[in-house]
């Protein structure tokens, strides 16, 4: 999802509030804010350090070009693109990094986690091609699914040449690592990174507080980024992201509301009354295939693996749709002292 920065507000299904800074006790080391794009979308930052914002920003783009080099499905000349047409089968260290974490987290939800979707995501209109009239499921699904993978050395060898890799619920998480770990390189202990609505935050803001984060109202036509607020989390030393299907989705010719999370086990849009799943992680790029990967389980199931995967430093926020049109909130215990909690709430 796209973000707006609003003065000092950064938003989106996930909206970073902070403090701008213009100094900080040390007197060589300052919190530098940087804003630009990356991946498509913006990129916020606030980091305390004793680089030049000029050498942060360098920096950030060259991680930047690096990573959609190596993994955008939007850059016909991508490693990523070249392997999804089968003109080579050598991965770079990110595609590999990637391609490992998301077999264990598609191992984690049976399946319902599979980053080989892209052809289906691609028929629905959700990958920068014009949607499908009429879907064909039975046959794109011929060649989606993780199984149809194997991994040797830096090899990809697939059984079928039309098996194609989306990492676009997991790549942006990715990036955003590697900019934090860019910022700790230049000595950041304090810094907050924010890569459209992905983050990731260690340390303290200047006035010595944890960073603050706010997750919206998922209601359908919420578009004005900022403007519902359902909660705002107090966190450190952690990332986070939230996936939701209140934004990217359309409805089709025949009323059925179509959404951007894609079920890879049935070929079919996944709408269920799990509205929205924030994901607090060690690293962003497991919160955001985490995050995915919730919406597409759906709450019930949601629920038992985020109980699974706690103990892992795991931790979830969900938000979903009662009976009587209100909302639902589940939270993980380890969240209850970062958290205004309310009547209603439930933890998992």
Known sequence: MKLAFLRNIAICSVVVLLTLFVGCGSEQAEYR???????????????????????????????????????????????????????????????????????????????????????LVEAYGFAGKERQAKVNVDSLMEFVGFEKLRIEGDRLIKSDSRVQLDFNSIAKGYTVDLAAQALEQMGAENYIVDIGGEVRCKGVNKKGQAWRIGIETPFDGNNTAGEHI??????????????????????????????????????????????????IAPT??????????????????????????????????FITSAADGNYEIYYSSGLASHLKLTDGMRVI
């Open 284 to 317: 962003c790029a497991e919160a955001d295939a985490y995050g995915t990967m919730f919406m597409a389980l759906g709450r019930e199931r949601a629920l038992e693996v985020a109980r699974q995967l706690e103990p892992q430093g795991v931790m979830v926020y």
């Open 230 to 279: 359902q909660q705002i989390i107090s966190l450190n030393n952690c990332s986070l992201a939230t996936s939701g299907n209140y934004r990217r989705f359309y409805i089709d010719e025949s009323g059925r509301k179509v959404t951007h999370t894609i079920d890879p086990r049935t070929g079919q849009s996944v709408v269920s009354d799990l509205l929205s799943a924030t994901v």
């Open 33 to 119: 804010v940087v804003d630009g794009q990356m991946l498509g979308t913006f990129l916020h930052l606030s980091a305390q350090t004793t680089e030049p914002s000029g050498e942060i920003f360098n920096r950030m783009m060259e991680i930047d070009a690096e990573t959609k080099k190596s993994m955008s499905i939007f850059d016909e000349n991508s490693l990523l693109s070249r392997i999804n047409r089968s003109e080579t089968d050598l991965m770079d260290h990110h595609i590999k990094f990637n391609l490992e974490l998301a077999a264990r987290i598609t191992q984690v939800s049976d399946g319902a986690y599979d980053v080989t979707v892209k052809p």
